[in-house]
C-alpha cells in the first residue's frame, strides 16, 4: 500500500510538472518565441495539449470568461496539491 501511495504522489508531481510546462510553452507560442511552424516544436506542443487538455477541459467549461486569461491551469494545480496532500494525509493515517 505504501508503494502505490508513493507511486499516485510521484504521477501527481509529474502531472503538475507537465502542466507548468503546457502553460509555458503556450506563452512561448503565443509571443512567437519559438516557432511553431518547427516539427520538434509543434510534436512537444501536441504532447503537451494531448495529455493536459483531458483535465483543462471540464474546468474551462465551468469558468466565465475572463477576457483571455486561462486560470484554468492553475486551478488544476491546486486541485492537483490538495489531492496530493490527501495522499499524504491518507499515509500517516494509515500507517502512523
Known amino acids: 500500500m505504501l508503494e502505490l501511495l508513493g507511486f499516485l504522489s510521484s504521477l ?4 503538475i510538472y507537465i ?9 512561448l ?22 495529455v493536459t487538455e483531458p483535465g483543462l477541459r ?7 470568461n475572463l477576457g483571455g486569461i486561462d486560470i484554468s491551469p492553475v486551478i488544476l494545480i491546486i486541485a492537483l496539491m490538495f489531492l496530493d ?8 493515517s494509515i500507517f502512523g
Do not use: K
Open 12 to 15: 501527481i508531481t509529474l502531472y
Open 19 to 27: 502542466i507548468i510546462a503546457g502553460a509555458v510553452m503556450s506563452w
Open 29 to 50: 507560442i503565443a509571443f512567437n518565441v519559438v516557432n511553431s511552424h518547427n516539427s520538434t516544436v509543434r510534436a512537444i506542443w501536441d504532447f503537451l495539449y494531448r
Open 58 to 64: 471540464p474546468i474551462r467549461a465551468i469558468l466565465p
Open 85 to 92: 496532500q490527501l495522499i499524504v494525509w491518507l499515509y500517516v
